[in-house]
C-alpha cells in the first residue's frame, strides 16, 4: 500500500510539472504592421483584410501603424518580434523591392533572411496623372512637353526613393528628358500639389487617385501595369507608347512574419488568407480601391521576392538614385 501511494504521489508531482497544453494558433489577437499612415492604400487593404481574416480565425486583427522611412521601420520592429504568429508585416515593393538597393547596409532589417513568408494580398497599379490644364493628354505629347520645357517641367512624388520617385526616373530615362522631382510627405500630397498645379504630373498610387480622376480633377494619362487596369479600361499603359515598350512597375502588398515563426502557424495563415481573399466581399472591397486581389503560397511569395529584389536592385542602380 505504502508502495502504491508513493507511486500514486509521484505521478501527481510529475503530471504537476508538464507545461500545459497549449492552445490551438491563435489563441491571442494578432497583429499586422504596416509601415505609412492610416488612410494610405497599404492601410486601407490591411484593414479590409483583417476584417475577414478575424472572421475566418476568430480572433481579433489589429493593424498597427507604423511610418518612416519607407516602411523600414516596421520592417525592422516586425523583423525583431517574437516568432510567434501573433505579429505580421504587411510588406511593399519598397520594404521588399527598392529599399534593399537604396538603403544598403543602413536598411535596418534582412530582407530574405529575416521574414518568414506568408502570402500574396494583392497588385495595385501606379497611374500616371496630370494637372487637366497641363496640354499632354497622353504619354507621348507628355514626354514632347518635357522635351520642349528643357528641364522645366517637374513631377510629385510620395518620397525619396518611393516607387512614385522610381516611376518618374524611370519615365526621364526612357523619354531622355530633363525633369524636376518634387518629394512629399506622403501619395496624398503629392496628388493634392498636381491638382493645385503647384506639380504638373505625378506617378500616383491608382486607389489614391481614382476619385480624383472620375471627379475631372486629375487626368489618367496611362497605368504603369502590363496589361490595362479594370478600373480604368480606356486608359492606356505605358508600355503602349513607342519609345516606352519596357515600362512596367506594379506595386504590391504581401504578408511576412519574423522568421523562426512556426511551421503550422504559417500554413494556418496562409490558409486563411487564401480563404479570406476568395470572399467576394473582400474581393470588391479591394477593386472598388483599384487593387488586384492576389493569392500565392509561402514558398511562391518567396521566389516573387528574390526577383523582386534583383529587379529593383537593377533599376535603381540604372536611373542612379541615391537615398543620403
Not at 143 to 169: D, F, I, Q, R
Request: proline share 7%; with cysteine; charged share 15%.
Amino acid at each position: 500500500m505504502k508502495k502504491t501511494w508513493a507511486a500514486m504521489l509521484m505521478a501527481a508531482g510529475l503530471v504537476a510539472t508538464l507545461p500545459a497544453a497549449r492552445a490551438a494558433y491563435p489563441d491571442q489577437p494578432i497583429k499586422i504592421v504596416i509601415g505609412y499612415a492610416a488612410g494610405g492604400t497599404t492601410d486601407i487593404l490591411a484593414r479590409a483584410l483583417g476584417e475577414q481574416l478575424g472572421r475566418i480565425l476568430n480572433q481579433s486583427i489589429i493593424v498597427e501603424n507604423k511610418p518612416g522611412a519607407a516602411g523600414n521601420i516596421a520592417a525592422a520592429y516586425v523583423q525583431q518580434a517574437a516568432p510567434d504568429g501573433y505579429t505580421l508585416f504587411m510588406a511593399t515593393v519598397s520594404s521588399h523591392g527598392i529599399n534593399p538597393a537604396l538603403y544598403k547596409d543602413k536598411l535596418g532589417y534582412d530582407p530574405k533572411g529575416g521574414f518568414a513568408p506568408v502570402g500574396m494580398v494583392a497588385e495595385i497599379p501606379l497611374v500616371l496623372i496630370a494637372n487637366p490644364k497641363l496640354p499632354a493628354r497622353d504619354v507621348a505629347e507628355l514626354a514632347a512637353l518635357c522635351k520642349a520645357k528643357g528641364g522645366e517641367m517637374n513631377y510629385a512624388s510620395s518620397g525619396n526613393g518611393s516607387p512614385v520617385h522610381l516611376a518618374g526616373a524611370m519615365f526621364a530615362q526612357a523619354a531622355h528628358v530633363n525633369i524636376v522631382h518634387v518629394p512629399y510627405r506622403g501619395g496624398a500630397l503629392a496628388n493634392t500639389s498636381v491638382m493645385a498645379g503647384e506639380t504638373q504630373f505625378s506617378f500616383a498610387t491608382l486607389p489614391a487617385a481614382l476619385p480624383q480622376v472620375k471627379a475631372g480633377a486629375l487626368r489618367a494619362l496611362a497605368v504603369t501595369t502590363r496589361e490595362r487596369s479594370s478600373q480604368l479600361p480606356d486608359v492606356p499603359t505605358v508600355a503602349e507608347t513607342p519609345g516606352f515598350e519596357g515600362y512596367e512597375i506594379n506595386t504590391w502588398n504581401a504578408l511576412l512574419a519574423p522568421k523562426g515563426t512556426p511551421a503550422a502557424a504559417i500554413d494556418r495563415l496562409n490558409s486563411a488568407l487564401r480563404q479570406a481573399m476568395a470572399s467576394p466581399e473582400l474581393q470588391k472591397r479591394f477593386q472598388s480601391e483599384g487593387a488586384v486581389p492576389r493569392t500565392s503560397t509561402p514558398a511562391e511569395l518567396n521566389v516573387f521576392i528574390d526577383g523582386e529584389l534583383k529587379k529593383w536592385a537593377g533599376i535603381v542602380k540604372s536611373v542612379n538614385i541615391k537615398i543620403d
